[in-house]
């Protein structure tokens, strides 16, 4: 199976910026496609970003889009997702993930997840 571990996380003002990263170990999924979302307390899980493990397409939500990077490096199995400019809407708790299959937005179409880390954004 698939493990997922993301860091990177923490308290930064409102403009600044912070790298995320997750760490893959355990299957071979040079294949997959790999997911960033966010979950804000009481509301749901939302798409952030998403990328092709071998080609490198990329796919963004409108509310990051210009402001947020992914990229990934397989020789390190990890994916990053750099976030400047933030705002204190951007305050959640990321998670990467990773689909076998799927491309797109719906946590629904993703098979692995890592545990999640706070993103605090002040004002």
């Known amino acids: 199976q698939v493990q997922l571990v993301e860091s990177g996380g923490g308290l930064v003002q409102a403009g600044g910026s912070l790298r995320l990263s997750c760490a893959a170990s355990?299957?071979?999924?040079?294949?997959?496609?790999m997911g960033w979302f966010r979950q804000a307390p009481g509301k749901e899980r939302e798409f952030v970003a998403a990328i092709n493990w071998i080609v490198v397409s990329t796919y963004y939500a409108d509310s990051v889009k210009g402001r947020f990077t992914i990229s990934r490096d397989n020789a390190k199995n990890t994916v990053y997702l750099q976030m400047n400019s933030l705002k204190p809407e951007d305050t959640a708790v990321y998670y990467c993930?990773?689909?076998?299959?799927?491309?797109?937005?719906?946590?629904?179409?993703?098979?692995?997840w890592g545990q999640g880390t706070q993103v605090t954004v002040s004002s």
């Open positions: 355990g299957r071979t999924f040079s294949s997959f496609n």
């Open positions: 993930a990773a689909a076998e299959k799927y491309w797109g937005r719906s946590p629904n179409g993703y098979d692995y």
